[in-house]
């Protein structure tokens, strides 16, 4: 086994002050804890409620951002893309490209990602059975990339409500790749804030003791130094105080069942 | 009331001989039924379940086939776009732009099928609430296209199943937008067929009759002269003479609740 | 085919000159519509959310309603038993025994209803598969009872929410019985009520109209001559003019599909 | 914090010397891990899928089952009851009483157990949320009894599957009250068995740890010495070994997390 991953960062990138800040504690937490880091940060919102909502700022300028993290705090990236047009600019800067859950059906996304991206998270629909990212895993794998983390961010059940099935997790690392739980989107209740999405915050911490438990390669979790001025899933997101505590015991129950 | 919209036509453009056959057959079917009809077809499948799976024609072939389609047979025509640059071309040819289900979240491309469309089509994520359309509603307005259809293609329930909620058709009217039934893509069974997304042709007819009874603007439905044969989609699609039989019975419940 | 039946009255006895009040307004109802009817009505409401709600007359004065009902309007009578005990002296008066959803399941009262009811009416779990039914009938069948109605009252669609999937009604035809829509508690709301169930009543017409077009023996719905003064499910009861506007729109329906 | 209490036994009753034997093997697993154990076992099955189906032996060869147990092993017992009757003659005997997920709304059969039992088991219905079971808790209070323990198993997810929303242990427990998992019924596939309902052993583990890891009072397996051979619910019992594997898994868990 190897040591678990930490996938983190705000949910988008606002500027440069604040993604180097957050970088900066992202790498000190995972020092803390001794565990692998990867900075994670949105350049571009594509898919908010509202059109009205703040984006971010924008492919060049946040690979710029992303460049300059690498730079000054050594950690590895990862961001997600939207079009196929953007995988090979942003395979360039960044370690990780990430498919949107609502876009892992999109072949040519998921292509331009595998063979632009040193490796590719990504995350499994809402609306997709577990077993059907064997799909997904292949269309990487044809594209010449086996460097494929699969991502659980919960499932449709009903409307405006997310459920994680854990056995998805068993599922996904039966098709032989890693599996990461995405502990803050997770939690998100789409529509549930009025004109965006809501979260239940208070659920993270659990979900992500769970998913420990049955056994993940990677935790994905937003962060942000004061998610009630987060632009985006502010909600959903924990702060770094928050973050310490899920980390902890993750990794307390990581060792208890003999994992690094 | 106006007439009922019949959205019609294959799953995927396999050739300008197929479409034009096909295009005809829709045309002949509208005008034995007395209503108005838009010919759909997709140039690409981008979304296919298997990376091997067959994808259409492409862009700049598939819109030949469009413009001629519309010189040959006089029909309006619909089709799917699946990145925001594909709007502006596509919308000098096509009628009417569609957002495909999984991507109807995806700002760019509604706000760009919403400038460059005549008329937009948003198929309902089968992970949205009905109501959680009003935001993709609004995006297309903000973008000045007032012609919006919203279109009921099944939701999330369970893994590898679609339910048709026939309240989402009257929570969608309420919005202030003409609402459709895609009937044939309603009864997929997402991950039923192995490597291809399986489908229940037998209850496309029983959910249109029943979307005409609660009240639909429009009705999509794929028809392929010989579903057996088709390249997508076939275990869901209609031949013509099914087609017909629906068409049948879905305007005689309109005429019955005074509808035209 | 024969002509729709519909069954109709209270959610619950309140008193006795409250049930012939209501039954002569529903044979009148049925009368202006040319179609036979049973008068429903429940003596206890055993599954109250609250322990605090009003439950009904209880058995034995329950039963004295229904005769009286029975001798002073000619109607046939339905209940719903909770316990096997109660099926002998319900079947003794009710032409029809009724097995509520939850209770679908339990197998020695659904025994007891076949044994004892003329015919039995089974409401479909919120949590089982329609093709599942097979089973129940078989349990009736085997006790030696044919006589019996699969109804559909919804599904569980995550938390506090139903949906009621068209297809099952084809599906449970298909078993070789008929089948009725619970129009008026497909449109509960669990727990929406915070102390009691909520519901919908603007639904109640789509869904009975849906239903219609695709396929009813039977339409069930709870009618309430003020339903702001109703003891039980008063947000998704009708009054009679409501009543009256959907079984209009539904037999129109039937009428243009060349049914009774 | 208490230990964890474990709920343990096979499914059904077939005969004293299995249930004497079975005893005697979870009073073993439990010394060996040093945890408080309660024996379950049912004397009715009482609502299996086909009404050919083995049931039992019925409730009072089942009570005398259960005391010669008690006086053997001096394990606590507990049973499940379906009709309210049966509430006073099991609770003689019982330590607790436990009522069914289907049932968890009946009224009288609640109130019967909270009378009867020295403490109450509720399993939360497959169509209810989480939050909805204040109501059934309140019942029990109401009826002078506030020992009760909030038992996931499930919730529906579509037709044929279960799932386990972890969040509900979470939300159970601020009820105020010890929240348990049932690992071995949220493992089954309702329906999928054909003529029985099916079930994922396989999944049992994953869950148990993952509730563990969210928080639970209580552990529910239902064990057999050879689940092939199980007159019930064989697909999703566990053998001993198993059992063993998974308390030693799940009380590490807690150990890592500081709870005894």
Chains 1, 2, 3, 4 share one sequence.
Not at 97 to 122: E, I, W
Not at 144 to 156: C, D, M
Not at 225 to 234: F, I, L, M
Request: charged content about 20%; hydrophobic content about 45%.
């Amino acid at each position: 086994g190897r040591p678990l991953l930490l996938i983190a960062g705000p949910c988008v990138l606002e500027s440069e002050a604040q993604a180097l800040a957050h970088a900066r504690q992202v790498k000190a937490l995972a020092a803390r804890h001794g565990v692998p880091a990867v900075f994670k940060a949105s350049f571009d919102k594509a898919n908010r409620t509202s059109g009205r909502s703040f984006r971010g700022v924008g492919l060049e300028p946040g690979l710029a951002v992303f460049e300059r993290v690498k730079r000054e705090t050594g950690l590895a990236t990862l961001t997600d893309v939207h079009e196929a047009w953007q995988a090979e600019p942003a395979g360039r800067v960044v370690d990780v490209l990430q498919v949107p859950a609502f876009l892992c059906r999109q072949t040519d996304l998921v292509v331009a990602c595998a063979r632009h991206g040193r490796s590719v998270n990504v995350k499994k629909g809402q609306f997709l059975a577990p077993r059907d990212m064997r799909h997904v895993l292949a269309k990487c794998r044809e594209a010449g990339n086996a460097q494929v983390v699969l991502t659980e961010r919960g499932a449709s059940f009903g409307y405006g409500n997310l459920v994680v099935d854990m056995r998805a997790l068993v599922m996904m690392r039966e098709l032989g790749a890693p599996v990461c739980l995405d502990a803050t989107h997770a939690v998100q209740l789409p529509g549930g804030g009025g004109d965006t999405t809501g979260g239940n915050r208070e659920y993270v911490a659990p979900l992500a003791r769970a998913a420990a438990a049955v056994g993940i390669d990677a935790l994905f979790m937003e962060i942000h130094e004061d998610p009630a001025q987060a632009k985006s899933d502010g909600p959903n997101s924990l702060d770094f105080a928050m973050a310490d505590a899920v980390l902890r015991d993750v990794l307390a129950i990581r060792r208890a069942l003999g994992q690094p």
